[in-house]
């Protein structure tokens, strides 16, 4: 069961949540009594937001072995998704008494910390869990969110990212380093290093998005249509309103310009945000181009 419980490891890394929890099943189905195997499977369902799943696992592993850190560690990640800071504050404090330089242990500390908006705390941890494997690119990714949403630190969250991509040039760490640089304003190099991710992978959601984003804000309105487009329709339910907007509004701005594709995407901004200031400005100027 070794190489599934390591491939679902790899994949959730890689934020490919199905694949990581296919090979933690795999894993199980092989050795359904190895607390490495079900603790992968616990973590991997916790991701998917399985959390009664990803629990009764986690157990299943601590009655094999009541001191696994891995499972005392995902336990603590499945409580902290869940809301229950307490708990996931002493499963964390039995994996940290067994062993002090547990990876995941750390991150979850910080990612505890994050939840509370105890965001320096978490970049703290986030750096002890670095300092431990200083290969692990999406550490980096999640350093950088602390600075930037937590922190409003937007260089130095791109510091963290652009290090992540050092680490290890993927679309998951393109992106996040594109979308960093977009956040700061420099949107031609944001545009540069969004299109790399998403030529690694076409069907990389958040890159698709994240590029067509920038491109709007380059007013490249036909460049933005089909790569925002893409990108929704990746993300499925996980597109942001402003993603839906944007998009209406690149079809109002574009030549030649497309109101009646662009009030369906304006539509479904203002079902999720009904009061969107964007969005009823682009409905506003679809009314007066057909009046």
Not at 173 to 193: E, K, P, S
Request: hydrophobic letters at 40%; a negative charge; one cysteine or more.
């Amino acid at each position: 069961s070794i190489p599934y419980v390591a491939l679902s490891q790899l994949y959730l890394l890689l934020q490919d949540v199905p694949q990581a929890y296919e090979m933690a099943q795999e894993a199980v189905a092989l050795a359904p009594d190895d607390p490495d195997a079900l603790a992968a499977l616990a973590r991997a369902e916790d991701w998917r937001g399985d959390y009664e799943e990803a629990i009764n696992h986690a157990l299943d592993a601590l009655e094999v072995d009541p001191e696994h850190v891995q499972t005392l560690a995902v336990l603590a990640e499945i409580y902290t998704d869940v809301g229950n800071w307490d708990v996931a504050q002493d499963y964390l404090n039995q994996a940290f008494a067994l062993d002090g330089n547990h990876i995941l242990t750390w991150r979850n500390q910080a990612y505890l910390y994050e939840r509370q908006g105890e965001y320096e705390q978490a970049v703290e941890a986030y750096a002890a869990a670095l300092e431990l494997a200083p290969e692990r690119h999406d550490l980096y990714i999640e350093q950088g969110r602390q600075y930037r949403i937590g922190l409003l630190e937007y260089e130095k969250a791109n510091e963290s990212y652009r290090k992540a991509v050092e680490v290890y040039e993927s679309p998951v760490t393109l992106d996040a380093l594109g979308f960093g640089l977009y956040n700061v304003g420099d949107h031609l190099q944001a545009i540069r290093t969004l299109r790399q991710a998403v030529e690694m992978d076409p069907n990389y959601g958040p890159a698709q998005a994240h590029l067509g984003m920038a491109l709007y804000a380059r007013r490249n309105y036909e460049d933005t249509v089909p790569a925002l487009q893409r990108g929704v329709e990746l993300l499925g339910e996980r597109a942001r309103v402003e993603h839906l907007y944007t998009l209406g509004l690149a079809h109002i701005f574009k030549d030649p310009s497309d109101c009646e594709e662009a009030e369906v995407w304006l539509r479904r901004a203002l079902e999720i945000e009904p009061e969107s200031g964007p969005a009823l400005e682009g409905m506003a100027l679809c009314v007066r181009d057909n009046s």
